[in-house]
């Protein structure tokens, strides 16, 4: 006999509803996400503000970005998960799955904070948009590009594409397993997406329609039936933008210039403040000028915008 509770049969979701509650939390995510950086994109090199604030942005952006393309992978474990509770081996529900897989990219967006500050420190003015921020942006985009033709790409792309596979391979059981089941999971989604990530930092980390263009090409690699040779096409493209953001970078469409009036507006946004009382359209910021951080947001470099992957 059973040791499942018909309370909790009745309380499980069932996978349709699943479906509906992911879409519904990525749209809201995308919602607040929009709502929050909605002109804040101060192209490559926009700062990233306070830890806090950093944190809080990029948790719902990779929920935005990422519940889509994850979609399989939580179906199935939900699926399993509900199966073996009905067999009386435990139950574990899928949320706590997902959280421990938002974790991995959270250490992901730690990690990227960190070499940001540390490059922004040390480079100087060396990354100014003026100076080296294209060559570094090209390069960024260029080695993402590589990365899509390595052997690591492709492992990890296949364990993202085969969700079955994964729980054949490595089901843990109990809550302790769904928190390792949820890490390697997240850490293959890192390993299969890192480089389309290092792609938005170098474009601009707090642009949407970038952020709107990545997430679509995570999907599609990760999704559509020939989503793993599209890793060929991405690699030729982003080989292609590196050459053009490198040599010509005020010509690639998209981008927002870090020198320009506009790039000035997403800051002092950033500051909650309105250009059009504190600064006339088309002005430049002063160099050296400092920007003091305002609750719940960040603080802007000392000098002029600096690229940094």
């Not at 509906?20 to 809201?28: H, R």
């Not at 870090?258 to 059009?276: L, V, W």
């Not at 009382?277 to 000098?303: C, I, R, W």
Request: proline residues 7%; glycine residues 12%; charged residues 15%.
């Amino acid at each position: 006999m059973s040791t499942y509770p018909a309370e909790r049969r009745r309380l499980q979701l069932t996978p349709v509803a699943l479906v509906a509650l992911v879409l519904a939390a990525a749209l809201a995510t995308w919602i607040v996400t929009v709502v929050r950086m909605r002109g804040m994109d101060a192209g490559p090199g926009t700062d990233l503000g306070v830890l806090g604030w950093f944190v809080g942005i990029w948790v719902t952006m990779m929920a935005a970005m990422m519940f889509p393309a994850a979609m399989p992978m939580v179906l199935l474990f939900h699926r399993v998960s509900g199966e073996r509770a009905r067999r009386g081996q435990g139950f574990v529900p899928t949320w706590f799955f997902v959280l421990s897989y938002l974790a991995v990219w959270t250490v992901y967006g730690l990690s990227a904070y960190g070499l940001y500050r540390i490059a922004a420190h040390f480079a100087g003015d060396f990354l100014a948009w003026d100076r080296g921020g294209p060559y570094v942006a090209g390069a960024a985009i260029g080695l993402a590009g590589i990365y899509e033709l390595t052997p690591l790409k492709s492992v990890c792309l296949r364990q993202c594409r085969s969700p079955l596979s994964f729980v054949l391979g490595r089901w843990r059981d109990g809550w302790r397993g769904a928190l390792r089941m949820g890490v390697e999971h997240g850490g293959y989604c890192v390993g299969c997406c890192w480089g389309l990530m290092v792609v938005l930092f170098a474009l601009g980390v707090m642009s949407l329609v970038w952020m709107a263009v990545v997430a679509a090409l995570i999907f599609a690699e990760k999704v559509l039936p020939l989503g793993e040779l599209l890793t060929r096409v991405f690699a030729v493209g982003f080989v292609a933008v590196a050459i053009w953001i490198a040599a010509a970078p005020g010509s690639v469409p998209g981008v927002t210039q870090p020198d320009s009036p506009a790039a000035d507006n997403a800051r002092m946004r950033m500051m909650h403040m309105k250009p059009s009382t504190q600064m006339k359209p088309g002005a430049q910021m002063k160099p050296g000028a400092q920007m003091k951080p305002v609750q719940g947001m960040g603080t802007e470099p000392m000098k002029k915008p600096a690229m940094t992957p």
